[in-house]
């Protein structure tokens, strides 16, 4: 897929995941890369720890990533059920959930 449609879309949904993002208070400490898709650490932002700063990384863009696929998801069912299918908050918050046990159990693993 060529990337400036991947851009566009992403210009689209990132508004509206930061407005569900349970983890909103992480925010200020990241920018968006348009060129890659994913957010990275303000380099003047210092954590507490190299694991806070990890967690803080892997809970932020996992989330993105569940919510883009929970759209493409959504999406590719809504063209198989027209006008049905949408991705409900509650989705959204158990996909985020996934996501930060994910990023937890790798945490611990290592």
Do not use: C
Request: no cysteine; net charge negative; aromatic share 10%.
């Amino acid at each position: 897929m060529d990337i400036s449609i991947k851009q566009e879309k992403w210009r689209q949904e990132r508004p509206l995941f930061e407005a569900e993002f349970i983890h909103s208070h992480l925010l200020p400490y990241f920018n968006f890369n348009e060129s890659t898709g994913d957010y990275e650490i303000k380099s003047e932002v210092e954590f507490n720890e190299d694991e806070d700063r990890k967690l803080a990384y892997e809970v932020l863009n996992s989330s993105w990533v569940m919510w883009l696929r929970a759209k493409r998801d959504a999406k590719s069912q809504q063209a198989d059920a027209p006008g049905h299918i949408t991705v409900t908050h509650e989705r959204f918050q158990e996909l985020i959930a996934i996501g930060v046990k994910v990023a937890l159990d790798e945490r611990e693993q290592k």
